[in-house]
């Protein structure tokens, strides 16, 4: 009997790397079913203090990313690596790292089990990069796009780069994503491919034409050579061009996709359906109807963006800066105050302790804004606690009020009653954040009082295999 096909998917997200391998249902092969899965920290953060950006720099260790990658596909059943057919990615959107071409990573292994390690490569410059204040912003030229730059996006880092560190810039000659740069690695790529995904969060680029800025960036100097060339997310990019593990030579990999449109794939059942997902960040995403063109002039001030998804159709897309990292800071705070105090607690416990109490405190009157990352909209934006009174101080008032407040900050981007407008029945919710913090689902209900379901945390990593799963099986039909 004939093994079945395979689709592995990839998510590099901010602090995991997520795998899955999916395949078609048995005697359903329109229906898929998630054969295994696995997910590894990447723990790839670089000390803000050693970056040039200097405190407000957010850097990742390649390496480190690609080592949590290589193990997790290393965890994954030998057999089923074996009958991939099909090889889906996406990532975290905005960022930017650099290499050289012909030398950006070297197989290694062998016969046993050969695998990749970055070699002429940069940090990856994250989504959560900081060093393009205002100000910085303000110079730049304006784009020709519906979508406004902000900090953390590719091309104004390069920009920022071209004027604090032009000699960096000078020793690379290809950029892209963390997902295009994997991508152009498993297929020995000559030139990055990009998606038009990737190409809009990256700032400077036209969707309607699919083209870049490209006279608007020539006129200011930029170094339009690193601009990846443009495909169509999940289309073909090329194939493996070595055995990968146990993944054959020659398997198709596809073009990479945004982690944000990769998850929304893989949750939104129906096109009624808005997709939530709470992990590092926020995302709060609906279909919007087809031929819907968002008007060409980008809004800084808008909270709510349209960004590129499948077919040439778009998503209504509220993205807030501040989802499970705001939490993470308030752990890091309460470790760090016990720690001055004498007392050595695991981060880990004082997580689970807090939503404990939370749980049992089901209100409270604190009001607490949870913006100390600002926002994208709102840059200059700072956190804020209110309505402090004696009797709502403990630990399970706080972290209710904190979680109510990061959906809270959602909700006033995108309130409920916009979705009914747009025809949103239900909320699908996702992310790492919001699958382990009943809190947070608690009040995800209380906020949008529509049906609401919650999904796993491996939805960008499926959804990328079941965007390769579903064309591949297009292409035979």
Wanted: glycine letters at 8%; one cysteine or more.
């Amino acid at each position: 009997m004939a093994a079945r096909p395979v689709t592995l998917g990839i998510d590099l997200g901010t602090t995991s790397v997520k795998a899955a391998l999916l395949g078609a249902a048995p005697g359903n092969p329109s229906e898929f079913v998630v054969l295994a899965s696995c997910a590894r920290a990447a723990r790839a953060e670089v000390a803000a203090e050693s970056t040039a950006a200097g405190p407000q720099g957010r850097e990742q260790d390649v390496s480190r990313i690609i080592q949590a990658l290589n193990e997790c596909i290393a965890a994954l059943p030998q057999q089923q690596l074996r009958n991939v057919e099909g090889i889906g990615v996406s990532g975290q959107m905005h960022g930017v790292m650099f290499w050289k071409t012909g030398q950006g990573c070297e197989w290694t292994g062998g016969g046993a089990a050969p695998l990749f390690e970055p070699r002429a490569v940069s940090h990856l410059v994250t989504w959560q990069d900081g060093r393009c204040s205002s100000g910085f912003l303000a110079s730049l030229p304006q784009p020709e796009s519906h979508l406004s730059v902000a900090t953390g996006f590719g091309c104004a880092t390069i920009f920022w780069l071209l004027k604090n560190r032009p000699e960096f810039l000078k020793s690379y000659d290809a950029a892209g994503t963390i997902h295009d740069y994997v991508v152009a690695m498993l297929c020995g790529l000559p030139r990055p491919l990009m998606s038009d995904q990737n190409a809009a969060s990256w700032g400077y680029f036209n969707t309607q034409s699919q083209s870049w800025n490209s006279e608007i960036l020539k006129g200011s100097g930029f170094p339009i050579h690193l601009l990846p060339d443009i495909a169509e997310p999940g289309s073909v990019a090329g194939r493996t061009s070595h055995t990968w593990l146990e993944i054959p030579k020659g398997t198709p990999v596809g073009v990479a996709m945004g982690d944000l449109q990769a998850s929304v794939y893989s949750c939104m059942a129906q096109r009624t359906d808005a997709v939530l997902n709470i992990s590092t960040s926020v995302q709060l995403a609906a279909a919007m109807p087809a031929g819907f063109q968002p008007a060409q002039t980008p809004d800084p001030a808008a909270p709510v963006a349209y960004f590129p998804y499948f077919d040439r159709t778009y998503l209504g897309v509220a993205a807030s800066l501040n989802g499970g990292n705001a939490l993470a800071t308030f752990v890091r705070m309460l470790a760090q105050w016990m720690a001055d105090l004498g007392l050595e607690v695991e981060e880990s416990t004082v997580y689970s302790r807090m939503i404990q109490a939370a749980v049992q405190q089901r209100d409270t009157c604190l009001t607490i804004t949870p913006t100390v990352l600002g926002e994208r909209h709102l840059p200059d934006e700072l956190a804020s606690v209110t309505r402090i009174s004696s009797s709502d101080l403990s630990l399970g008032h706080v972290t209710r009020a904190l979680c109510r407040g990061i959906v809270q900050n959602l909700h006033s981007m995108l309130p409920f009653q916009q979705l009914q407008e747009w025809g949103v029945e239900r909320v699908m919710g996702s992310g790492s954040a919001l699958s382990r913090n009943e809190v947070l689902k608690q009040e995800v209900q209380r906020a949008f009082p529509l049906p609401v379901a919650f999904g796993q945390d491996v939805d960008a990593a499926v959804g990328a295999a079941l965007v390769m799963l579903q064309k591949n099986l297009n292409q035979k039909s």
